[in-house]
């Protein structure tokens, strides 16, 4: 990889570069992955007929989670406290599966906590089924498809007319909680809002439309499927832009910067201070003079 | 160079333990017997201002060479130019500053000297001539003796204080009842923040939160066209609501509010009723809704009332209905101020 | 006492100063000394003595950050636009085209992205002013806890209160310009800070605002302060600062060869503006550092300010966080009362306490002055131990302040530690009231502890790590004896006296005026000096040193006494670095000094002293 990167990451809105004929390439490998993938699992899909796979899910229901939400998913509320052990999965849909087992957030560790993002414990196969296992319980939204939250189908002013339309949203419905770089922030009794970079798209979006633990719902009608993409849109654009000004701090705001004024700017000012009143060494030897 | 000058006299003051044993004999350092290491060092801080001199060199490159604007040059994904242009001035005045002390510590001749303090006050010789003049003066004056010239001055400059208060009068206009009012009219519709677009209670599930705008914002000016500048920036600080859709039967409404929602779908102001940032961090499970800038926290089920942090009120209830399109609308204004409390607000 | 001011050597050179044969430059010189005399103005001035200590360099850092400061703020005023107009975003940021923004905002992008070298300058801008307040911060408590705020520094001292709270401002006010979404989240907060002030709140805020929050003048208003008003005070403040610290000459720390008359040191000219000037590159080079590789305010990612917008993690910059903290864990308490709003959650922590902090701060030496009545001119620098009270006061106000600065970050705080932010702020409330006390008590207590330390350091020489084994097998530390320099060094600080007041009662049996105000005086004098350890006499160092010339002859077990320098370096040196417990009547300079042996014991605090 080259160090030094002309023009890396951004669209240019004037200019139509020597590597714009790569770029094109670029976009159709781009394209054609897109699609294979989007085609791949579908075929997958076809090789394993839809009731064996709920079946299947039922299967690995009842072994993994059915201890807090029921053997048919109706959720159990706790003999002791009469709290909600699991919720009620029906109606929840597929996308809300893929989320929280697809993130790791499910199984959980210890019902009652907030749920963390941690490896999954399942495989995508098995995700899949169990998905298709929940879907069959009540309708809920599906998991969606990576056309709808992707902006490659676009032209080169829709992207950016899309991603600025996003930030707008993202800083309206999405930073109050999630910070205005994603970082996440403090939520009541112990909350949080979770670090939303590096985060799959297709996660995001089913974050959005199904609420995950504390979060609000955003429905189709609340956020269209469109500004839900742009929302993502404007996120990737975040990520692929150089970072300007350098080191990010940790993208948590003035707390962060004042610390490093502290640590790095006074620490460091203040070491040159000692050696420049330091003694010097000393000989033992004294001067002739001349 | 004679030694006797630089040991001054300890000074006994009583049961002082200890006396003072004077400066100790000057000591020399290697740069100042040793040609060889003197040498060095003076190579050591040359060589300094010279990577100085390149370091400069290079920021005037920089300058040149990184691209900002449309087509920001980048080194290991962080922006060049700044990376470059800071990376070169910091290298080449760190070094310039190393160099300079570096001189100053080894090279410069390093004997300690003394100097002698003087009390910081004046002598009282001093103080006696500089009373007696002034007094002097006031004298001559006869500021004392004419108390009408002194008392019609006084009186004078007085006023001369009270001006430049006055100057500043035309800073604001008088608030008026400009608190006391939002842009909501009975019947405006509830309007999506950004796109602007209406609601309707089908749009909305459970769980939904929508950050909306007075339709106002759209079509409030004169000729039906958007609110811009001013006017919009202070709608916006006033009208800003958040809609919330729960369970029906987990809202327990105050006397008088048991229509302000609808199906579910409540409304509350953005404002914090603290000092004023707009919120919206809502926990979906337990309807509680937290300010980001001082942590109150609000019960949307609740009438938005306080039940943590600094704010003393309750959230601003916008009561709503559906009008005939189905789409959701103001009933009124709100009935008390938004935003943050002020004196005359009782 | 006088001493002859013509022994005092004032040179370094072995030949004396002459007049070198004319030059260009000497008669430029000479033209401008024609008009101006320069040189009698200067002449006290070239070869003026600076004492050489780490801790004498934090206000430079200060100073030095102010000149970045000056110097990066004028090349961002020549593309700033200091307007709340309405504009389109048309720069080269894609994240933002096309959106309605202020001016100041979309000329801050342009200085950001269009500008060669702007993001930079705006960051190094930033980077000095968050160094600016720290470095006057840390040189404050430098100040204090030594004890140079005495006289005759007492007013240098209130100039400094006032350019940290100048400081302060001026960085509010600057971070306020680019009216980006958490700098305009500040102004709206600010804007309910005003609107708490009882009676003329509502008015003050329409008055600031050019009309209702956000109106379209609070901008320009801001610009103009930060770039002239404020800049222009604290311009002043510093020259007056810098102007006392020559008139009264800098402080300096005990040592040999230093007394309340004089200043030992390196001269100004070359070895001071040497140093000084070559800090003021490095100063400015690590804030290029910091504005080169730190990111600081990256305004584009928060857009423009739009009143129902916000994100989490809206803090101040860090000097404004610990009224934040108060703001944040204050708990609602508001009074309503004849149709009259009393917002004491707003009142209290943002406008009342800082405040009160403030005054405190500002009068610190006036009533420690009265406290110890203490009417002498002190040069001559205090170890923090030394002035235990002071030091425990001004860690306490530390703590309280930390507290108020860690809960104006309890949103980050909850979320790194994975703690909860109502549980940090119960917390919080209880700990500001208590930290300040537990950290006053400790620190009170480890003071007069250290005190204690030197004197057993004092009277029976320091731990040398040597174990020695007698005759009859039991072990013991060999302790040696102090450099004679350590221990004058140990011994040069004053003995407190607590203040006794009178009877209260005068000779007709009617109460003194300013009797109960003397008794409460007494009291804190008390708290303040009646624990401490005083320095030895002259007479308990005598004895202790025949006590350890005994305890080595027994020790030792060799054919001669041991010196106490068998395990050190002391050989090696050739400079005179004579021992304590060695001749002493015979050191150098110092022959008046014996004479007043007897004189100790009258000030005897023998209660303090173990081992006898």
């Given at each position: 990889m080259r160090l030094l990167n002309r023009s890396a990451g951004r669209l240019s809105r004037y200019r139509r570069r020597p590597i714009a004929g790569l770029a094109v390439l670029m976009f159709g490998l781009l394209l054609t992955g897109s699609l294979y993938a989007a085609f791949s699992p579908a075929q997958a899909g076809q090789a394993e007929s839809d009731e064996a796979l709920v079946a299947k899910g039922r299967d690995i229901f009842i072994v993994g989670?059915?201890?807090?939400?029921g053997l048919n998913g109706e959720g159990i509320n706790s003999?002791?406290?009469?709290?909600?052990?699991g919720p009620s999965l029906?109606?929840?849909?597929a996308a809300a599966v893929d989320f929280q087992v697809g993130t790791g957030?499910?199984?959980?560790?210890?019902?009652?906590s907030q749920a963390q993002r941690k490896?999954?414990?399942?495989t995508p196969d098995e995700v899949e089924a169990l998905a298709a296992y929940v879907a069959s319980l009540g309708v809920g939204p599906a998991i969606p498809d990576e056309s709808d939250y992707s902006?490659?189908?676009?032209s080169e002013q829709e992207r950016e007319e899309a991603i600025v339309r996003g930030g707008q949203i993202f800083l309206t419905?999405?930073?109050?909680?999630?910070n205005f770089e994603g970082s996440g922030g403090a939520m009541p009794r112990g909350g949080y809002a979770p670090?939303?970079?590096?985060?799959?798209p297709k996660y995001i979006y089913e974050a959005m439309l199904t609420?995950?633990?504390?979060m609000d719902t955003f429905s189709n009608g609340n956020l269209s499927p469109e500004e839900k993409r742009d929302v993502i849109a404007y996120l990737q654009s975040l990520e692929d832009q150089?970072?300007?000004?350098?080191?990010?701090?940790?993208?948590?705001?003035?707390v962060s910067e004042g610390l490093f004024a502290w640590l790095f700017g006074i620490g460091l000012c203040v070491a040159f201070a000692v050696w420049i009143a330091a003694h010097t060494t000393r000989s033992s030897k004294s001067k002739v003079e001349a | 160079m004679s030694t006797t000058q630089e040991h001054l006299p300890a000074v006994p003051e009583?049961?002082?333990?200890?006396?003072?044993?004077?400066l100790p004999a000057h000591q020399w350092r290697p740069t100042d017997v040793d040609t060889r290491a003197e040498k060095r060092a003076e190579r050591q801080v040359a060589a300094l201002f010279g990577v100085a001199t390149l370091a400069l060199v290079g920021f005037f490159v920089s300058y040149f060479v990184f691209q900002v604007g449309d087509n920001w040059d980048t080194i290991a994904g962080f922006g060049a130019s700044n990376v470059m242009l800071g990376g070169t001035l910091a290298i080449a005045f760190i070094c310039i500053g190393v160099g300079l002390i570096h001189w100053a510590r080894k090279?410069?001749?390093?004997h300690e000297i003394v100097e002698l303090r003087h009390p910081a006050s004046s002598s009282e010789k001093d103080r006696t001539e500089t009373v007696g003049m002034v007094m002097q003066g006031i004298d001559d004056s006869g500021i004392a003796r004419r108390p009408l010239v002194r008392n019609s001055l006084l009186g004078a400059l007085g006023l001369v204080g009270l001006a430049p208060i006055l100057m500043l009068r035309d800073l604001g206009p008088l608030p008026?009842?400009?608190?006391?009012?939002?842009?909501?009219?009975?019947?405006?519709r509830v309007v999506r923040d950004v796109v602007y677009t209406p609601i309707k209670v089908?749009?909305?599930?459970?769980g939904d939160l929508v950050n909306c705008e007075p339709e106002a914002l759209a079509?409030?000016?004169?000729?039906?066209e958007p609110l811009e500048g001013v006017e919009l920036q202070i709608a916006k600080s006033k009208g800003a609501v958040i809609l919330l859709r729960m369970e029906p039967d987990d809202i327990t409404p105050w006397k008088g509010r048991e229509?302000?929602?609808v199906q579910g779908i409540v409304a509350f102001s953005?404002?914090?009723?603290?000092?004023?940032c707009p919120i919206?961090?809502?926990?979906?499970?337990?309807?509680h809704l937290l300010c980001p800038?001082?942590?109150?926290t609000f019960d949307l089920a609740d009438n938005?009332?306080?039940?943590?942090?600094?704010?003393a009120r309750p959230l601003p209830q916008l009561p709503i209905e559906v009008d005939d399109e189905g789409y959701l609308v103001a009933?009124?204004?709100?009935?008390e101020p938004v935003g943050p409390s002020f004196w005359e607000r009782g | 006492m006088s001493i002859d001011t013509s022994k005092v050597a004032d040179t370094n050179a072995t030949t004396p100063a002459k007049a070198s044969k004319p030059n260009p430059v000497g008669a430029a010189a000479g033209w401008a000394d024609d008009r101006l005399g320069l040189a009698t103005a200067m002449k006290k001035q070239v070869r003026k003595v600076f004492p050489d200590h780490w801790s004498f360099m934090l206000g430079e850092i200060a100073l030095w950050s102010f000149i970045v400061l000056l110097l990066t703020g004028v090349f961002l005023t020549l593309w700033f636009t200091p307007s709340m107009g309405e504009t389109t975003y048309e720069g080269?940021?894609?994240?933002?085209?096309?959106i309605q923004m202020s001016e100041a905002y979309a000329s801050t992008l342009n200085i950001s992205f269009?500008?060669?070298?702007g993001l930079l300058m705006r960051q190094m801008h930033h980077w000095a002013a968050m160094l600016f307040v720290a470095a006057m911060m840390v040189h404050l408590l430098r100040v204090f806890f030594t004890g140079a705020h005495r006289k005759p520094r007492e007013l240098n001292w209130v100039i400094g209160c006032l350019l940290l709270i100048l400081g302060t401002l001026e960085g509010f006010t600057g971070y306020s310009l680019p009216d980006d979404l958490l700098s305009g989240t500040g102004i709206r907060a600010a804007d309910g800070f005003i609107k708490?002030?009882?009676?003329?709140g509502t008015y003050m805020s329409f008055f600031l605002f050019g009309g209702?929050?956000?109106?379209?003048a609070i901008i320009p208003r801001l610009f103009t302060v930060h770039v002239l008003l404020i800049p222009g005070i604290l311009l002043a403040l510093v020259g007056a600062h810098m102007l006392l610290l020559v008139y009264h000459k800098h402080t300096q720390w005990p040592g040999?060869?230093?007394?309340?008359q004089n200043v030992v040191g390196y001269p100004l000219l070359p070895i001071y503006a040497a140093k000084a000037g070559g800090f003021f590159f490095v100063v400015f080079g690590v804030i290029a550092l910091m504005g080169a590789l730190l990111s600081i305010n990256p305004v584009w990612k928060f857009?423009?300010?739009?009143?129902s917008k916000v994100t989490a993690g809206s803090q101040p910059d860090w000097y404004m966080g610990w009224p934040d903290g108060a703001l944040r864990i204050m708990p609602g308490i508001e009074t309503h009362i004849w149709g009259t709003t009393w917002s004491w959650n707003v009142l209290l922590p943002i406008q009342v306490l800082p405040m009160v902090m403030f005054t405190l701060l500002l009068f610190l030496p006036f009533i420690e002055s009265w406290i110890t009545g203490d009417k002498r001119d002190h040069h001559i620098l205090q170890r923090p131990r030394n002035a235990p009270t002071r030091t425990a006061t001004m860690v306490a106000l530390m703590t309280a302040y930390g507290l108020f600065w860690a809960a104006g970050g309890n949103d980050i705080i909850a979320i790194k530690l994975h703690l909860s932010i109502n549980h940090i702020t119960y917390f919080m409330r209880l700990m500001v009231f208590l930290g300040p006390v537990i950290a006053f008590w400790i620190t009170r207590r480890w003071c007069i502890s250290l005190q204690r330390h030197d004197n057993d350091m004092l009277l029976h020489?320091?731990?040398?790590?040597i174990i020695m084994r007698s005759a009859d097998g039991g072990y013991s530390e060999r302790h040696l004896p102090l450099s004679e320099s350590r221990a004058y060094t140990l011994t040069a600080r004053g003995r407190d006296e607590v203040f006794t007041p009178g009877t209260g009662v005068d000779e007709n049996g009617v109460a003194a005026r300013g009797g109960r105000l003397d008794k409460v005086r007494g009291k804190l004098s008390a708290l303040m000096y009646a624990d401490n350890v005083q320095k030895p006499t002259r007479a308990e160092l005598e004895e202790a040193r025949h006590h350890a010339e005994h305890e080595h002859a027994l020790q030792a077990g060799l054919d001669h006494p041991a010196?106490?320098?068998?395990?050190?370096d002391h050989a090696l040196r050739t400079a005179e670095d004579v021992p304590l417990r060695g001749a002493h009547g015979e050191t150098a300079g110092a022959g008046s000094g014996s004479t007043s042996g007897g004189a100790g014991g009258q000030h005897d605090d023998t209660d303090e002293q173990p081992g006898h």
């Open positions: 989670c059915s201890t807090c939400h003999s002791r406290d009469g709290k909600i052990l029906i109606g929840v849909g957030r499910m199984p959980l560790a210890q019902p009652g490896p999954p414990v399942y902006i490659a189908g676009l419905n999405c930073t109050a909680c999630h670090k939303i970079r590096g985060v799959d609420g995950p633990q504390a150089p970072s300007y000004s350098g080191f990010g701090l940790g993208g948590m705001g003035p | 009583g049961d002082e333990p200890i006396p003072n044993p004077g090279l410069m001749t390093d008026g009842d400009k608190l006391y009012h939002t842009i909501w009219k009975p019947g405006m089908s749009d909305l599930e459970i079509n409030g000016g004169p000729d039906g229509n302000w929602s953005k404002i914090c009723t603290h000092v004023g919206s961090l809502n926990e979906r499970t337990t309807h800038c001082h942590q109150s938005g009332k306080v039940i943590f942090g600094p704010a009933q009124s204004d709100f009935t | 080269s940021y894609n994240q933002l085209r096309g269009d500008v060669r070298g708490a002030t009882p009676v003329v209702e929050f956000p109106g379209e040999p060869g230093r007394t309340e857009g423009p300010y739009d009143p020489g320091y731990e040398s790590g010196s106490g320098h068998e395990f050190d």
